[in-house]
Nanobody, 121 residues
Framework: HVQLVESGGGSVQAGGSLTLACLNS????????MGWFRQGPGKAREGVAA???????NYALFAKGRFTISHDNDKNTVYLQMNSLKPEDTAMYYC????????????????WGQGTQVTVS
């Protein structure tokens, strides 16, 4: 039974940093992709960053240079390091898991976490 559990959200002042974590309980990391998404108040969900099991990453334009996605194989955890946070980064952040092609946008993400709230003021 695959479960994705996010943590690390919170309230921070503009310019601050947060690191989100997503623990993957049972999703095989072989030929897989994990991504971070967010949904701000009154906004559609948008992709933030993704990483595949080859270590290849991709980022939304707003995340480039400020956010870093990484995966710890030993801990089955994907991280999102967020620096230089802005009020517009305020959103619920979700992690998701899918097959390798999900990172390329050619396959959907199959599993989603419940989200962790990030508030930047």
């Amino acid at each position: 039974h695959v479960q994705l559990v996010e943590s690390g959200g919170g309230s921070v002042q503009a310019g601050g940093s947060l690191t989100l974590a997503c623990l993957n309980s049972d999703y095989s990391w072989a030929r897989a992709c994990m991504g971070w998404f967010r949904q701000g108040p009154g906004k559609a969900r948008e992709g933030v960053a993704a990483i595949n099991s080859d270590g290849r990453t991709n980022y939304a334009l707003f995340a480039k240079g400020r956010f870093t996605i990484s995966h710890d194989n030993d801990k089955n955890t994907v991280y999102l390091q967020m620096n230089s946070l802005k009020p517009e980064d305020t959103a619920m952040y979700y992690c998701a898991a899918g097959c390798w092609y999900a990172c390329a946008g050619t396959s959907k993400y199959n599993y989603w976490g419940q989200g962790t709230q990030v508030t930047v003021s």
